[in-house]
């Protein structure tokens, strides 16, 4: 039987949308389908947590009484957070590392990811330093699998080209916002980074369609010098529930929500053994 040409053309159609659908459902993760990390530096958990725009995160979302960050000084955390572990990384010099890293992972399963870094000099850029801008705080350059894959290290971005994709509706799976020295508060302090924090995220985090299945997850690098190296997290989104919850988590406790978000597998690391963040979820 010969089907007409409008049929044909809406049998067509209705295949398109249903594999477009299926590849959507791929995509979407157990509790939210956009992640934004946001990494902060050197302040001690006290100090963090009675600033305006951190304590209205805590208030409103996920916060945590007892999260350490894994080790001093503050590039192993990064690298643990992005790669399974420290890799043997032990200082903040500049590091190449032959690893499976995250962007491997959500690659893999037709996610994507993107770091949005403040001052970058573009052009993977694999200098210690330049203005504002620090290598030991952008884990993903360090990658050799990104920083010599021309097309990979493109996912490399200055930190301006946020605010475009999140406009357009581009932003990616896994977003990775990476402040300079100054926003930050490692050239200054907490008091200006959680300034800087609510005059560019406040909007956003008021916005119900922008943060319509998105988790904002706020940290820190390390501690401000303490041995115990407690630091302020949240997490903050609609499908949270939101109160202080008491479980000793650390660096590696986001990671393997991301990983158990979007069924990544592990990097068979000390990401396996990291405790699980608690179910915070609705």
Same mark, same amino acid.
């Given at each position: ?77 990064? !690298? ?54 620090? =290598? ?13 894959? =021309?097309? =990979? ?59 319509? =299945? ?39 406790? !986001? ?28």
């Amino acid at each position: 039987m010969k089907l007409g040409v409008s049929r044909l053309k809406g049998l067509v159609a209705t295949i398109l949308l249903t594999c477009g659908s299926l590849a959507f459902a791929a995509e979407s993760g157990k509790y939210f389908d956009h992640a934004i990390i946001v990494i902060f530096e050197n302040t001690n958990y006290a100090d963090a947590i009675t600033q305006p725009f951190f304590k209205q995160l805590a208030d409103g979302g996920a916060s945590f009484s007892n999260f350490d960050a894994l080790t001093h000084p503050s590039q192993g955390n990064y !690298i643990a957070l992005t790669s399974g572990s420290l890799n043997g990384v032990t200082g903040d010099g500049t590091i190449t590392l032959n690893v499976t890293n995250i962007a491997d992972l959500l690659e893999a399963k037709g996610l994507t990811w993107k770091a949005y870094v403040e001052n970058w000099p573009g052009n993977c850029f694999t200098g210690s330093g330049s203005g504002e801008y620090a =290598r030991e705080h952008n884990p993903f350059v360090s990658y050799s699998n990104i920083q010599k894959n =021309r097309s =990979r290290c493109a996912n490399i971005v200055d930190a301006s080209q946020f605010d475009k994709d999140a406009a357009a509706g581009n932003l990616p799976n896994y977003a990775f916002y990476v402040p300079n020295l100054l926003d930050s508060g490692h050239d200054t302090n907490v008091t200006y980074a959680d300034k800087w924090y609510g005059q560019k995220f406040g909007g956003y985090v008021q916005n119900a369609s922008f943060m319509n =299945r998105l988790v904002l997850i706020s940290t820190f690098d390390e501690s401000g010098g303490s041995p115990k190296n407690q630091i302020y997290t949240t997490i903050f989104g609609p499908a949270v529930n939101p109160k202080v919850y008491p479980d000793n988590v650390n660096t590696l406790s !986001i990671l393997k929500m991301i990983e158990d978000n979007w069924s990544l597998g592990t990097f068979g690391k000390t990401d396996v053994t990291a405790p699980a963040i608690p179910n915070i979820w609705k």
